[in-house]
């Protein structure tokens, strides 16, 4: 029998912690997804509920989008919001479509652009016709309002910060009166912007994503941001009107792992 020293002892430790920590970055906190609930409902009547699907950087359809559309069905939202960044490249609208597909399509959906879809020089007309297929719309800087058990809904989305052309004074023309206001903008730091020129618009809630919370952090640093961020990094800024929630997402860019910024499906009751 070999005799266990110190230094083995030590060293197979380590060895086994970095296994355990390049098991977690590579695989648990890609695919093993955190659901999120939170209810920021004004009374316990006809409450609306919302799901928030944020930069699922489509590449293929895997078990668990499977196990997310799944678990979407069960809820039976009223609405899903997808804030941005969905593909990055036009064939990978495919991808995204067989995702799509899988939840049931009498949920109305309402998408925005991110970043990727520009930096990727992704179709944008093929881009709102499989969203269309879905019965969801792609809103660049349009707003709807629709109406929920006699609740009026405003949701307003916004082009992207970096790559489109954010523009939410154009995005609001027209907006009808509601009871709920809603905006979807894919970068955090756009919400300084829309909190000058709204005025006394009121606006319950801004939902964006793109900074994956990080993606890669270290002991609670986050060594990285993407360019857009601004002050912002995750889930709930109430400092400030408008309050927003910034999703850590679902999928990754740049680097294929995510470390201390578990991917994230929030779910909303309004």
């Not at 709102?128 to 709807?144: H, V």
């Not at 970096?162 to 206001?181: H, N, S, W």
Request: charged share 25%; hydrophobic share 40%; proline share 3%.
């Amino acid at each position: 029998m070999t005799k266990l020293t110190r230094r083995k002892f030590i060293k197979g430790g380590l060895l086994a912690s970095m296994g355990v920590v390049l098991l977690d970055a590579f695989w648990f906190e890609k695919y093993v997804i955190d659901w999120n609930y939170f209810d920021i409902s004004k009374s316990e009547d006809n409450k609306i509920k919302i799901v928030q699907i944020s930069d699922l950087h489509f590449d293929q359809l895997r078990y668990f989008h499977k196990s997310i559309a799944k678990r979407i069905n069960t809820l039976q939202p009223d609405m899903i919001m997808i804030t941005g960044d969905s593909v990055d490249k036009t064939e990978k609208i495919v991808a995204l479509n067989e995702f799509l597909q899988l939840i049931d399509a009498s949920i109305q959906k309402y998408a925005i652009t991110g970043n990727w879809e520009y930096w990727g020089h992704v179709n944008l007309t093929t881009l709102k016709n499989t969203y269309a297929q879905n019965n969801c719309e792609l809103l660049i800087n349009e707003n709807r309002t629709i109406s929920i058990r006699k609740r009026k809904i405003s949701i307003i989305g916004i082009d992207d910060y970096l790559g489109g052309t954010a523009d939410f004074v154009k995005a609001i023309d027209g907006l009808e009166p509601a009871e709920t206001t809603i905006v979807l903008s894919h970068c955090p730091e756009h919400r300084d912007l829309i909190a000058k020129q709204k005025g006394e618009m009121p606006i319950d809630l801004v939902l964006s994503g793109h900074t994956h919370g990080g993606q890669i952090t270290l002991f609670g640093l986050v060594p990285f941001k993407p360019r857009g961020s601004g002050v912002y990094l995750k889930g709930w800024y109430k400092d400030a009107e408008p309050k927003m929630y910034i999703s850590k997402g679902i999928g990754t860019s740049i680097l294929p792992i995510r470390f201390g910024a578990r991917a994230e499906m929030v779910v909303f009751d309004i």
